[in-house]
């Protein structure tokens, strides 16, 4: 027996009973489209995460002090002269540019109004390093650096609070923790990034912050941003960077005191992340797909009951075990296959939905139903459907014929 | 010996129900020759429908040899029995056994589906049809025909696969007396014409009368084989 009439034959009695089946094929609708709406969701996540992670800058590294995997004791913090020395385009030729920064919060000030904000104590090389880009005026420059001038470049989110405005605010005054400060540029918005908004910020130079607005130990920074010459480069840079600091930290064999993340690593981490989160989505998900199954089961079942004579019949006039097994599995997978495409759709609509609201609620975030994802449901419904059948399928296959057709 | 479709020796039927054996056949030894036609008679319990489920392979004896067409079935596999089903056996019931939402051609075409032919089915089929007197009907489903048309649809399935012999069971009795004629006015025509085999198990002492043999059953065994 061909597959052709088994298919056409079991189409014929799925819609005899319309309502029933329909029925069934919702439960696998609801599983798959689960499916599918949370794996988007994730794969989405994903590519939004590693998005604003490039968004950083290009082929950076980052420089922290402390070891968290190591046993290090009496870390010495990270300084400027620790990012001058990477800098030296003799010791490491990799390097392209290196920027320094400390943080803090400050309360900032303008009119009547007063809120708190990230504060970035950074150099003239921040903006390269960092790809930022300016609304108006210019960024920190030596002489600002020099002087300890009191200039400060503000984020947009801070300009929209301050002045209700992006422009035209070069050479107003704004305070910082009480003390003036002249506002020489605004910075271009970025969105939400991998260290919280890098909107709701104000940068000023590095040396101004450490002598006036956030207490840290003679020249101490918090953290060195290094830019490799190319991407090939990160690697070696790396390496470059961590033999200088070894050497003026005296470093020889113990542990390294800092640490040196990688780009690549923050993306790595997470995709790991993300990646754990999908699959536990996915995984609730599929426990509907599996409850949808269970649901062919018992319908199956109940067919199967229903048909004990029109399957005696067919053993009587020559039906072998494996003619019925076909015809119930057939069936079943039918069942799965339609639950399986018709949620492919649903979910796919779902996760749109899920983008549109996201949108709205100023996350940009797109959802992505990729075709691994369907290929992947496709084939989990319909070998949820072969699985749940089989039991159905044999029982009908077992069937004596001489007390199926005697069956009322 | 050669000319014999059927050689049942001594076959017994014991059902096991619960703690009871049931002895329904309790050595039954007959012959058909081929082209012969029997009816098997006996008030219900006397073992006919066992009988009957033996001929046409449905079951195994529990003891005893069963022959039919020159093959030994006493000992074979369900799958083994189903094929011998399809190619030895055409089935006629009481209450005709069609399938509900298949046309009348779908129905002739199941055995030949099962036998595993290709092509000509369609072709076979409508012949089958044809021969039954439905020729006008093929595409009609069971519900849209009356009960004699439905009979002739069975006997179609039946014969289609041309089986070595006819077992109808009852074949009249869910019929009017008018297309019940009619259906065994063609089931004698098949064995007078195609020299057809036919096992007739029925309670109608008219119809029996008009066959050329009666086995007649009573608590397992034959009475006569006259």
Request: hydrophobic share 45%.
């Amino acid at each position: 027996m061909n597959l052709m009439p088994a298919f056409f034959e079991a189409i014929q009695s799925l819609s005899a009973n319309k309502l029933r089946s329909a029925l069934t094929v919702l439960g696998i609708v609801i599983g798959v489209a689960a499916v599918i709406a949370m794996l988007a969701v994730g794969e989405g996540a994903q590519e939004t995460i590693t998005g604003s992670i490039s968004g950083i800058g290009s082929n950076l590294l980052f420089v922290f002090s402390g070891n968290q995997q190591g046993n290090v004791r009496n870390v010495q913090p990270l300084t400027l002269s620790d990012a001058d020395a990477i800098a030296d385009q003799f010791q490491a030729p990799s390097v392209a540019a290196v920027a320094p920064q400390i943080s803090g919060n400050a309360e900032v000030a303008y009119g009547g109004e007063r809120f708190n904000t990230q504060l970035g104590g950074v150099t003239p090389t921040y903006q390269t390093v960092r790809n930022y880009e300016l609304l108006e005026g210019e960024f920190i420059n030596d002489a600002h650096m020099l002087g300890n001038a009191s200039v400060v470049l503000l984020g947009p989110d801070v300009a929209d609070r301050l002045f209700d405005a992006r422009e035209g605010l070069v050479g107003e005054t704004v305070r910082l923790q009480g003390q003036p400060f002249r506002v020489i540029g605004v910075l271009a918005p970025r969105g939400g990034g991998a260290f919280g908004s890098e909107d709701n910020v104000v940068l000023v130079p590095l040396t101004t912050a450490q002598s006036r607005l956030v207490r840290r130990s003679r020249d101490q920074v918090d953290i060195i941003f290094v830019q490799a010459v190319n991407a090939e480069a990160v690697s070696q840079a790396g390496e470059e960077v961590a033999a200088i600091l070894r050497v003026r930290r005296r470093i020889q064999l113990s542990d390294d005191d800092f640490t040196i993340f990688t780009q690549q690593d923050f993306v790595n981490t997470a995709q790991m992340i993300t990646g754990v989160f999908t699959i536990f989505l996915g995984g609730i998900a599929a426990i509907s797909l599996l409850v949808g199954g269970i649901g062919i089961m018992n319908i199956m079942l109940v067919s199967v009951t229903e048909r004990t004579r029109e399957i005696g019949l067919r053993k009587a006039i020559g039906a072998r075990r494996r003619d019925i097994l076909v015809q119930f599995l057939t069936e079943s997978s039918l069942l799965s296959l339609f639950g399986g495409l018709i949620g492919i759709g649903f979910g796919w609509l779902i996760a749109q939905l899920i983008g549109i609201i996201a949108a709205a609620n100023q996350t940009p975030f797109r959802p992505v139903v990729g075709l691994n994802a369907i290929l992947l449901a496709t084939l989990f419904s319909t070998a949820v459907g072969l699985f749940f059948g089989i039991y159905p399928a044999n029982r009908a296959a077992s069937l004596q014929p001489v007390e199926a057709l005697r069956h009322e | 010996m050669i000319d014999c479709v059927i050689d049942a020796i001594d076959l017994t039927k014991i059902y096991q129900m619960g703690q009871i054996e049931v002895r329904a056949l309790a050595g039954v030894s007959f012959k058909v020759r081929r082209g012969e036609m029997i009816a098997i008679m006996g008030p219900s319990g006397s073992g006919k429908s066992t009988l009957m489920n033996l001929l046409g392979c449905l079951d195994r004896p529990s003891s005893g040899e069963y022959i039919l067409d020159g093959e030994k079935v006493s000992n074979l596999s369900d799958d083994q029995l189903a094929s011998i089903r399809n190619r030895k056996v055409g089935f006629v019931f009481q209450s005709f056994n069609l399938l509900p939402r298949a046309t009348a051609l779908a129905n002739v075409e199941l055995p030949l589906r099962y036998a595993g032919v290709g092509n000509n089915r369609t072709r076979r089929a409508r012949e089958a049809l044809e021969a039954v007197g439905l020729g006008d009907r093929l595409h009609h489903r069971p519900t849209e025909l009356s009960g004699g048309q439905q009979q002739r649809v069975a006997i179609a399935r039946a014969l289609v696969n041309n089986p070595a012999i006819l077992m109808a069971d009852e074949p009249t009795g869910n019929l009017d007396s008018k297309s019940g004629k009619e259906i065994m006015n063609l089931i004698f025509s098949l064995n007078r014409d195609l020299d057809m085999t036919v096992i007739i198990v029925t309670h109608n002492t008219g119809i029996a009368d008009q066959t050329e043999r009666i086995l007649h059953l009573r608590d397992g065994l034959l009475e006569d084989s006259a």
